[in-house]
Every structure is written in C-alpha cells, then in structure tokens.
C-alpha cells in the first residue's frame, strides 16, 4: 500500500508567521504533488500542486519537493488566522498511478 | 469552473438498507473517486474509476461498490449499511491522472 504521511499536528504560529507543513510518500514511482487546505465541515480545496524537484511560489504559498528525499513541504509566509485549516498532502501513485492518496493531515492554527 | 456535485448533503439510513451515494461531474474528466473521511484517519480512498465502466479497489473497498455507466456519474453503493459506514463520503473528480481533484460538497450518512 502507497503511503502519504503527515505530521497530524496541531501546528500553532502567531499571525504573520512562517508556517511549515511537511509530507514524505512512499511511491518512488510518485510524479505529482498536491496540497489541499480544508476548512471544518468542508471540502478539501486545492491550494498548490508541484511536478519538479525545487520549489514553486504562489503569492505566500511555497511547495518544496525533493523526489530523492521523497518529501514534499510547503510553507506559508504571513501566516494569517483564516489560513488555519487541515492541510493536505496528496500524491497519485500505484499502477498506472490512477490512484489518488491522501495524507492524514496537519491541523493548522495562527494565533491572532 | 468545475462543478462536483454530490445528491445529498445529508443522509440518515437504517442498519441493513441498500444505500446509493451520487455523484456528478460536468467537465468531462476521466477520473472519479470516494472517499470517506473520519476523524483521526484521514481521508481514505474507498474505489475510483478511470474510464466509464472501469473501476478499481482503493484501500477501503469492503462493504462498498461503485457503478460508472456514464463518464460523468460515479455511483457509490452501500450493500447493507451497518453503523460502522457512519462517516463523511467525498466524492471527486480530475482530468486525468496526475492532475489535481476536485471535490463536491460530501454527504453525511449516518447508519442507525
């Protein structure tokens, strides 16, 4: 079985904080990356995916990937307090890498 | 934008029932997925469907089915609910593999 593990937290960091969230996988064979934040009682929403090693920006989001470490982060600078949610890490992997696994998790709080 | 949508929000089923969870999508993507989603574990793939008529077990599969008789409708079926399939069920959808999922609102089934 494919495996996405996440720190499940909680993470807390004071508004206008740095937070760090990080994710390894198991499937070597794993060639997209995606974070999802979702808030309680809703659907996951997609923040940022990543296919290359090295890191990508968007606005105060940064994904990091490193496919020799298997590890993928990302980072939110200017951490706000209606960026706490669970952020999730997902990856495809298995044959045909049609399957979509998702990590359990880290329960994000910014303290005002 | 992507629309997923989900036939019920809310749903309360008696222990033994036959339980059909619907999904659409209207952006002609190949890939179709559910999950449930319990505190403490996650998100964790029951079955998903590259091509209509095709499906494949995730890592939940017992005591579910799915049905794909249409690209754009994923069908979740519940045999003979028990107590123990009380949980949140998302369904999603991405174009095809290794591009991001999008998510419907998710149904709350409760089995009494």
């Known amino acids: 079985q494919k495996e996405v593990e996440q720190n499940s937290g909680p993470l807390s960091v004071p508004e206008g904080a740095i937070a760090s969230l990080n994710c390894t996988y198991s499937d070597r064979g794993s060639q997209s990356f995606f974070w999802y934040r979702q808030y309680s009682g809703k659907s996951p929403e997609l923040i940022m995916f990543i296919y290359s090693n090295g890191d990508k920006e968007d606005g105060r989001f940064t994904a990091q990937l490193n496919k020799a470490s298997q590890y993928v982060s990302l980072l939110i600078r200017d951490s706000q307090p209606s960026d706490s949610a669970t952020y999730l890490c997902?990856?495809?992997?298995?044959?045909?890498?049609?399957?979509?696994?998702f990590g359990k998790g880290t329960k994000l709080s910014v303290i005002p | 934008d992507v629309k997923v949508t989900q036939s019920s929000r809310y749903l309360v089923k008696r222990t033994g029932e036959k339980v059909f969870l619907e999904c659409v999508q209207d952006?002609?993507?190949?890939?179709m997925f559910w999950y449930r989603q319990d505190p403490g574990l996650g998100l964790r793939l029951i079955y998903f469907s590259y091509d209509v008529k095709m499906k494949e077990k995730g890592d939940i599969p017992e005591g579910y089915s799915v049905s794909r008789e249409k690209k754009e409708r994923f069908s979740l079926i519940l045999e003979s609910a028990s107590t123990n399939q009380t949980s949140m069920y998302l369904c999603?959808?991405?174009?095809?593999?290794?591009?991001?999922?999008?998510f419907g609102q998710g149904t709350r089934l409760t089995v009494v």
């Open positions: 997902a990856s495809y992997s298995g044959a045909g890498s049609y399957q979509l696994t």
């Open positions: 952006m002609d993507h190949e890939n």
């Open positions: 999603a959808s991405s174009f095809t593999s290794g591009t991001e999922a999008f």
